[in-house]
């Protein structure tokens, strides 16, 4: 009964067009001051230790490193060597795109950045080749969600924070599953732009390509960085988080100098705008967990699922489609900090891989940001194209069909998730 009253004043308060983060707090408060007799005292210290995990310090450096990188240069020459590589084939201008997102999305960790840095540079191009401006916009809506997927991602660390989970160990998850999920939109762009006969670039020879490598080099080592030195143990997720902003800010401003100092000022108000947002959305989300655990809500639907018999299969099938319902009305850090610490305990209970079901969660919400009402993606991507959500809705359909099956392999083949971790860290 008390899930219901506190999920029902939830769902009133964001219908009043009210932000997430404030329905949230809200919500717990209300429920807090009326119905139960927990001390105020307690609700300022879940508020002051709920945020002082080591792990979340990695969000405002991994936010201000995309920033950088997306403002320096950097997305052009992956581009540039994206397109050298793989232009010739049906459709080259399209494919480029997708591997400079996959690229991008390596040292951007965020989803819409991916977008408007590939997006912004890739679009104009494409129309400008005879690429239907529907088709440009498609890909690189959908190519974009990458950035959440494929290390390091913004999404994957706050699962870290809701769940206690090792943000090293995710981060070495989602490489195989964001590779494969690159190669299918790829793959899904192949087909349509031979079907229709779409345009190709000339083949680049192997000289042009080394110059393009060599000059896009330096964003690419930032993926070596990151990487390797989680891998190695050099150094945490969160210290390669604070490298990855240093090394962005020296590559911007000093080895491509296509930043300014003039212009750093600003990438550091939004970069710290951007990152207030999101603590004051995780701070509101840890009140809420504390509410749904001091009422026992996540072990009485675990209860409640084992008596009922579910099993791991139809369980998994139930957090997709509530997922994916939560992606229309929600945004990927609120539903992540939300329905984790919900979902999470029920999915210990039936033996499921916590790392497995961060890369699921994660995936639902890219597919969640390709989609309307709320994706971002969509938004973002009809921004730049100059298109209505709805017609773009549209364009976006045989990928986001393709991203739909991606998610039941990703669902139901743990192993894609798990080989490269359980690899690496047993």
């Not at 890739?122 to 400008?128: C, E």
């Not at 993606?377 to 990928?399: C, D, F, Q, R």
Request: charged share 10%; aromatic share 10%.
């Amino acid at each position: 009964m008390n899930a219901l009253i506190i999920f029902v004043l939830l769902l009133c308060l964001m219908l009043t067009g009210m932000p997430i983060s404030i329905s949230l707090g809200l919500t717990v408060l209300t429920f807090l001051f009326t119905m139960t007799s927990i001390p105020i005292e307690a609700v300022a210290l879940k508020l002051f230790t709920g945020i002082e995990k080591f792990e979340i310090m990695a969000i405002p450096f991994f936010i201000l490193a995309g920033n950088f990188l997306t403002h320096g240069g950097v997305a052009r020459r992956m581009i540039n060597f994206a397109t050298s590589m793989i232009g010739h084939w049906h459709g080259g201008l399209a494919l480029g795109g997708v591997a400079a997102c996959a690229l991008f999305a390596a040292v951007s960790g965020s989803s819409p950045a991916t977008v408007v840095a590939i997006g912004s540079i890739m679009l104009p191009a494409m129309v400008k080749q005879g690429y239907p401006k529907g088709f440009g916009a498609g890909v690189i809506t959908t190519s974009g969600a990458l950035g959440i997927l494929i290390p390091p991602s913004i999404v994957m660390v706050m699962y870290s924070v809701s769940t206690n989970t090792s943000v090293g160990k995710l981060f070495m998850a989602g490489v195989i599953p964001g590779l494969l999920l690159a190669f299918f939109l790829g793959l899904t762009t192949w087909v349509l732009a031979r079907k229709r006969g779409y345009p190709r670039l000339p083949k680049a020879s192997w000289k042009e390509r080394f110059i393009a490598f060599r000059k896009s080099a330096w964003g690419l080592l930032l993926i070596v960085i990151v990487m390797g030195g989680i891998y190695s143990g050099v150094f945490t997720p969160t210290e390669a988080a604070a490298v990855s902003a240093v090394y962005a800010f020296v590559v911007a401003v000093f080895v491509y100098k296509d930043m300014g100092l003039k212009q750093v000022p600003k990438v550091l108000l939004d970069s710290a705008s951007m990152s207030a947002m999101l603590l004051y959305i995780i701070t509101n989300a840890v009140l809420f967990s504390f509410l749904m655990t001091s009422e026992h809500i996540p072990q009485d639907m675990a209860a409640w699922i084992m008596d009922k018999g579910f099993g791991m299969i139809s369980f998994l099938l139930v957090v997709n489609v509530l997922l994916l319902v939560a992606g229309n009305v929600m945004e990927p850090s609120s539903i992540v900090l939300i329905m984790a610490p919900i979902l999470f305990p029920v999915a210990m209970t039936l033996g499921i891989d916590p790392i497995h079901f961060g890369i699921i969660m994660v995936v639902n919400m890219e597919v969640g940001m390709c989609h309307p009402p709320v994706g971002l993606n969509l938004y973002v991507a009809s921004g730049i194209a100059k298109m209505g959500i709805t017609e773009l809705t549209v364009a976006v359909m045989p990928w986001l069909l393709t991203m739909l099956g991606f998610l039941l392999l990703i669902t139901y083949i743990p192993q894609i998730s798990l080989w490269l971790p359980n690899l690496i860290f047993n």
